[in-house]
């Protein structure tokens, strides 16, 4: 079946360190987008890739980054300048860069700092 | 830039009650429309959508109508039932290489 899988479901982090979220999909989808979910927040764009090689960044992309080396994959790394990394993260991809075709999502993970 | 204000939450109802959503939005050029749904501690699905002037997008029982003239795009559903309870969320995206901006989502909550 086709979609979007992002692991893990779970993850815990220390203070300090970096952690990196995996986020594959088999749609052969070009464009791919990271979302931040809080609560009362809405989703706010980190980061998102029209192609593979290249990215833009979002809304919030300070104390993230990305790499897209293969179309299906769109690692997000979350560093420890990231001052409140603790929410829910969202992987997402479209066809293309068409306004009128919706996102797809995947489960998301669920980051906590402790 | 593009925004996109959902009314406040939560929504309370009773199995059955008819649900209006309230969305609108501000965009520049010619936005498509769309409404997203999520269940608890799970990703978003893609409800409906609508991509031009006085477009009718409806799945599952909801509908919501593309009006340009007032910047809105409403959700509704005639009898909501207890497994409608989830967040509701309204976004646009416009023009080429687009991203998704979404509204703050609403919970709706259906009691028996």
């Known amino acids: 079946d086709g979609g979007i899988t992002q692991s893990p479901k779970y993850l815990f982090r220390k203070e300090g360190q970096n952690v990196t979220l995996s986020c594959e999909q088999n749609?052969?989808?070009?464009?791919m987008y990271w979302y931040r979910q809080d609560p009362g927040q809405g989703l706010r764009l980190i980061y998102y890739?029209?192609?593979?090689?290249?990215?833009q960044k979002g809304d919030i992309a300070e104390g993230y980054s990305v790499s897209r080396e293969k179309k299906e994959s769109f690692p997000l790394t979350v560093t420890s300048a990231q001052k409140n990394p603790t929410a829910f993260y969202l992987c997402?991809?479209?066809?293309?860069?068409?306004?009128?075709?919706?996102?797809?999502f995947g489960q998301g993970t669920r980051l906590t700092v402790v | 830039g593009d925004s996109v204000t959902q009314m406040e939450g939560p929504v309370t109802l009773s199995e059955e009650a008819f649900l209006t959503i309230n969305c609108t939005y501000t965009a520049t050029g010619y936005p498509s429309l769309f409404w997203y749904v999520q269940y608890p501690g799970e990703g978003l699905q893609l409800l409906l959508k609508?991509?031009?002037?006085?477009d009718k997008g409806s799945n599952k029982g909801f509908e919501a109508t593309y009006r340009k003239e007032t910047t809105s795009f409403h959700l509704e559903k005639g009898s909501v039932q207890v497994s409608d309870s989830a967040v509701y969320f309204c976004?646009?995206?416009?023009?080429?290489?687009?991203?998704?901006?979404f509204g703050k989502g609403i919970t709706l909550s259906v009691r028996p």
């Open positions: 749609l052969n989808h070009d464009a």
């Open positions: 609508a991509t031009k002037a006085d």
């Open positions: 997402a991809s479209s066809i293309g860069d068409r306004s009128n075709t919706e996102a797809f």
């Open positions: 890739s029209q192609i593979v090689n290249d990215f």
């Open positions: 976004a646009l995206r416009t023009g080429a290489n687009s991203k998704l901006t």
